[in-house]
């Protein structure tokens, strides 16, 4: 992922390079910043897009090394500590005189990078192990009970009264009764209808004025049931005719 | 009331670690069934050896100053069918800046930017959300920057009993 350099005196990736110039194994003087900066442009103008990170570690990297060069040219390094002693208000020690602080901070940073390596595989080892999430029914202070005292019994007495005065206010309830029907008062119903009528009854006119279904297959149960009880006679003339019910004659 | 005989501590001991969504520390086991310590110490280790037996999908785990059970690895791919969690990975800045912490603490944000050279504010932000993170009074030095430390959360995320128990620094880690 890192940019392969090729330079005069070293061959490899950015990172490697700093890192042997901080460990002092490789003479910064003898490193051609420019020639890197421009092999890394190219580096860049190669990639699909632009990853912010890898830019921002190049400019960091290569400030870095800018850096240490600068310091390893100046003869008299005593005025540029001066400076980074009045910019860092926090630094309590006076470590980072000459290039030794940064040099320091960034073996430092190398050391911790490699150590969110090792968190990050703890991480991804640890994350397939599973724990019980909390109930919520045993949550704290899910179930707590109130102070005692908290509620006056004088309170619950006017809040039943607000409940049962919002009852009167609301609107009469209006009651819709279900139609009872019977088999047997069916059974009945069609014997009086027959015995009222002299000639025999069609099966639409017995049907007519039937609203509800559940009237239609009380009447039509009604109806078998008293063919089996042999108390009506049912006649058709011909196939698909008008079907006639008339009361048996016994 | 008292629990007397080992084998219902022990069972009391199990009942608290099922229900507990978090570690549980031996004083608190110790102080809810009124056993020793050491007794308490001794039975967690026989429930550990129960659980590490073979053919269970959960193992008793020390971590974080405390015990809890939890599925065994090699059961997440089922874990995960049935509960399909959300994976949220922390990102690369973001862990570089909690093993900064982890190693350092407490620390500053300045100090924080120092060795990772860029700004760490966002990363904190985040950090501090997901708990990892905590502040922990003021460092008494020129303006009296926040101190951050880790969190219990943070143990449990990565599976560490104490902070003694993370990696060792070391500069013969593989730096690539």
């Known amino acids: 992922m890192s940019c392969y350099l090729k330079l005069r005196h070293f ?29 890394y442009l190219a580096y860049l103008a190669g990639l699909p897009e632009l990853d912010i990170d890898q830019a921002s570690e190049f400019v960091q990297l290569a400030a870095t090394l800018l850096e240490i060069k600068a310091r390893r040219v100046l003869p008299h390094p005593v005025r540029l500590r001066e400076e980074e002693a009045e910019l860092d208000l926090e630094e309590e020690e006076d470590t980072s005189s000459s290039g030794e602080g940064r040099v320091t901070h960034l073996a430092e940073y190398r050391k911790f990078k490699a150590l969110a390596a090792v968190l990050r595989n703890r991480e991804e080892a640890w994350g397939k192990v599973y724990t019980r999430p909390a109930p919520e029914s045993l949550s704290k202070g899910h179930l707590r009970s109130l102070p005692s005292g908290a509620i006056s019994v004088s309170a619950l007495v006017e809040a039943l009264q607000q409940v049962l005065l919002g009852l009167e206010e609301n609107e009469p309830v209006l009651e819709v009764s279900r139609e009872e029907i019977t088999l047997v008062k069916q059974m009945e119903h069609i014997i009086q209808r ?3 009528d002299l000639n025999p009854v069609s099966f639409e006119a017995l049907f007519s004025g039937i609203r509800t279904r559940e009237r239609l297959i009380i009447t039509f149960l009604a109806l078998l049931e008293l063919i089996r009880l042999q108390r009506i006679q049912v006649t058709q003339q011909e196939t698909l005719g008008p079907i006639f019910i008339e009361l048996r004659l016994n | ?81 049935l509960l399909q969690p959300v994976n949220s990975k922390l990102s690369r800045a973001a862990l570089e800046c909690l093993a900064i912490i982890a190693y350092q603490q407490p620390i500053t944000r300045a100090e924080i930017e120092k060795i990772r050279g860029v700004k760490a504010d966002r990363v904190l932000a985040t950090l501090l959300e997901r708990q990892l993170i905590h502040t922990t009074g003021r460092k008494e030095t020129i303006g009296r920057p926040i101190l951050y430390s880790t969190t219990p959360e943070f143990l449990r995320l990565f599976g560490l009993n104490s902070l003694a128990d993370l990696p060792h620094q070391t500069n013969e880690l593989n730096i690539g």
């Open chain 1, 11 to 39: 061959e490899g990736p950015l990172d490697l390079l700093v890192q042997l110039v901080v460990k002092a194994e490789t003479d910064i003087q003898e490193i051609s910043l420019s020639q890197i900066t421009a092999q």
């Open chain 1, 194 to 196: 027959l015995e009222s």
């Open chain 2, 1 to 81: 009331m008292s629990v007397l005989f080992s084998q219902e501590g022990r069972a009391a001991i199990e009942a608290l670690l099922f229900v507990a969504s978090e570690p549980l520390s031996i004083p608190t086991l110790s102080k809810v069934t009124h056993l020793g310590e050491e007794v308490v110490q001794e039975l967690l280790e026989e429930l550990q050896v129960i659980y590490a037996g073979e053919g269970r999908g959960i193992q008793l785990v020390q971590v974080a100053q405390g015990y809890q059970l939890c599925t065994r690895p090699e059961y997440h791919i089922y874990v995960e069918k």
